[in-house]
Each structure stands twice: as C-alpha cells, then as structure tokens.
C-alpha cells in the first residue's frame, strides 16, 4: 500500500475542487485557488494568467457547463512548498492530458502552473 503524503491529499483536493461545478461558476472561490503567479497552457493552446482565466472561466461557464470526468490522478511532492499532480480529463468526449505544479502559501496549496494536452486513443 502506498503512504499517504498530506501534501499530495492536499493539492489532489484542491485539483478536484478546481474541477468543480460549484467552484468554476464562483469568481471569489476560483480564483482562492490560483496562486497570484499562476500561469497555464490550455488545451487550446493559449497561455494564461490568473486574470484571463478567471474571467474566460466566469464568462464561459453557466449552469449547462458539460461534467468534467476526472481519471488517473496521481501525484508526488517535490519540495516541502511544491506538489506535481497529473491526471486524465474528459469532457463532451474531448480528452487532455494534464499536468499541474502547487505551491504551499500562507494561505494553503494554490495552483501555480497548469498544463493541458489533448489526445486520443488512436
């Protein structure tokens, strides 16, 4: 059985909250979670900052936002402040490849940097 590492349990939450329905429509508990640095490659293959994500997500997101399956997540701690998530997503049958850095703040594990890449089975 693998040990049990608080920190990778923390960001792992924190991943999947991120994730969430609720969490995605709400400005103030998105952007909780995004380090003041974060930065991301989408899937589209647009780079952005903690602003321009929040607002695409705030714009982009109502109560018909299609369900976020989530596969695979694993994680390790690179650093006593720095955790390394990746995971599988699914959505309207697009799938990504995902990779995300966070970092412990005074205020808890935010994310620092996201990374996604589309793919298929084929």
Same mark, same amino acid.
């Given at each position: 059985?693998?040990?049990? /590492?608080?920190? /990778?349990?923390?960001?792992?939450?924190n991943?999947?909250?991120?994730?969430?329905?609720? $969490?995605?429509?709400?400005?103030?508990?998105?952007?909780?979670?995004?380090?003041?640095?974060?930065?991301?490659?989408?899937?589209?293959?647009?780079?952005w900052d903690?602003?321009?994500? /929040?607002r $695409?997500?705030?714009?982009?997101?109502?109560?018909?936002?299609?369900?976020?399956? $989530?596969?695979?997540?694993?994680? /390790?701690?690179?650093?006593?402040?720095?955790?390394?998530?990746?995971?599988?997503?699914?959505?309207?049958?697009?799938? $990504?490849?995902?990779?995300?850095?966070?970092?412990?703040?005074?205020?808890?594990?935010?994310?620092?940097?996201?990374?996604?890449?589309?793919?298929?089975?084929?």
């Amino acid at each position: 059985m693998a040990e049990r /590492v608080p920190a /990778v349990e923390a960001a792992i939450e924190n991943e999947l909250r991120l994730l969430d329905p609720e $969490v995605r429509v709400s400005p103030e508990l998105f952007g909780a979670l995004l380090h003041p640095e974060f930065t991301e490659f989408g899937a589209s293959g647009t780079r952005w900052d903690r602003a321009s994500i /929040v607002r $695409v997500l705030m714009a982009a997101k109502g109560p018909d936002a299609a369900p976020v399956t $989530v596969s695979g997540m694993r994680g /390790v701690q690179l650093a006593d402040d720095l955790v390394h998530l990746t995971f599988d997503t699914e959505s309207n049958g697009r799938r $990504v490849h995902r990779s995300s850095l966070w970092r412990r703040t005074e205020s808890g594990w935010r994310s620092w940097f996201h990374q996604g890449t589309p793919f298929s089975e084929e």
